[in-house]
């Protein structure tokens, strides 16, 4: 073939006809370049659901890459030859179509920029990096944003967004008198369970995806996870059907109950967009404008409206701005010294503790979880425990099909184990069993051989031993936070002898003789 103007580099969570690295597409000098690797499922143990989604999702993509008449080398997984990583993949293009350039949108993961950036200077080539249009704010605003500042606040960054691109405004003020709904959004479910769930929005495997099924089942056979249940959205056409369907049977419900649990009730009222949202079949314009059309016509209320706005164009924008401005040295933070190891039932599922067994199974199923499950039941379990925070970040990025690396590192290091001290959130997320229980309605407790009103003995909740283990270890640093005083406090109710069994409980947790089923 003759030398190429542009190879135009498209990674699999840059699935987006009008991205960037499209802009100036010359189908006559110009040549897209995709490629399955190996070494993307198995950097992290990826899940079978994670990898199926994102083949899937790319070989789609490619059938819309040539319906629109664009020149496309795309390198499949079983391809006989395949290299195994993006960077030798891409050293072979180039040797073969002898690009002049190469152009691409900017990547969600700094090793893989890291990868393509060495082959390029290898190849002596140019590479034009795009700011990814997939975002309300480039890297360089929250930049601007965050330089000076003594602390990085979601709520600010979120309320200058907010203003900028007048979202849910009258004029400079927020519509409703105020930026924050949170309190209105915490309800946990009675006894009796939730309202009528909305049926799952789930799209049968045509053909394509069939394919990929098969060939993930017998190439990553020992990965976790499981693929009878895979129905996740893989092409435009789909996510938009998916997002349309939670703006008219979830979102007004979606508020009032995104905090709270039940088991065997994977779906509830969240939007089980984010997968589609990163893979970037769905902008996060078109998916807020929705839901405040929705707030507009009267179909859904302020509170939950808000609070689902939040996730998007504030906790989105702000963990992307906090991944690109602090890496590399981010991914090894470890602020709270921890160093356990992840227990090896997180890939399992077979633990006895009820709520950790729901979710992690669900997990492993589905490859889903919504984020009070993983902050609240899988992240908080790691971090009273002390678990290393770069295997649980390991384990996130593995587990779940929505989870890119931008997005799942600072939300597993910061927002869950509390890893870089304080930088993301105000304060670690920590609480006993007391607080799964009331999300839950008591549910996920009952029938749980242990009981989340004991700290100590043979049946007390090992989130509730972990929990006052937890604060005991740390009493120094958390006594100067404002917002752990209070609990902090609560350790002078505690004799020594109290304090004296909560650490026997705990290393006998520790050391494995308790949760493993």
Known sequence: MADCRSLVIVLGDQLDLDAAAFDGFDPVQDTVWMAEVAEESTHVWSSQPRTVLFLAAMRHFAEALRAAGRPLHYRRLDDAGNRGTLAAELADAIARLRPQRLVMTAPGDWRVLQALRGVAAAAGLPLDLRDDRHFYATVREFAAHARGRKQLRL?????ELRRRHQVLMADDQPIGGQWNFDADNREAFGADGPPAVPPRC???????TQDVIALVRERFADHPGRLDAFDWPVTR??????MDHFVAHRLPQFGRWQDALWPDEPWLFHSHLAAALNLKLLNPREVVQAAVAAYHAGHAPLA??????????????YVRGLYWT???DYA???ALDAHEDLPAWYWTGSTDMACLRDA???TLDLGYAHHIQRLMVTGLFALLLGVRPQQVHAWYLAVYVDAV?????????GMSQFADGGLMASKPYVASGKYIQRMSGGSLCKGCRYDPAERAGARACPFTTLYWSFLMRHEAVLARNPRMVMQVKNLARLTDAHKAAITERAETIRRGEVGAA
Do not use: H, K, S
């Open 155 to 159: 709520e600010y960054w979120y309320r």
């Open 326 to 328: 602090r890496m590399p």
């Open 304 to 317: 939950g409206v808000e609070g689902f706005v939040r996730q998007i164009l504030g906790w989105r924008e």
């Open 360 to 362: 992690l199974r669900q």
């Open 405 to 413: 690396e931008w997005v799942e590192l600072p939300n597993t290091l």
């Open 332 to 334: 090894g933070v470890n």
């Open 237 to 242: 056409a789909q996510a938009l059907q998916a």
């Open 202 to 208: 789930g799209f049968a495997p045509d053909a394509i």
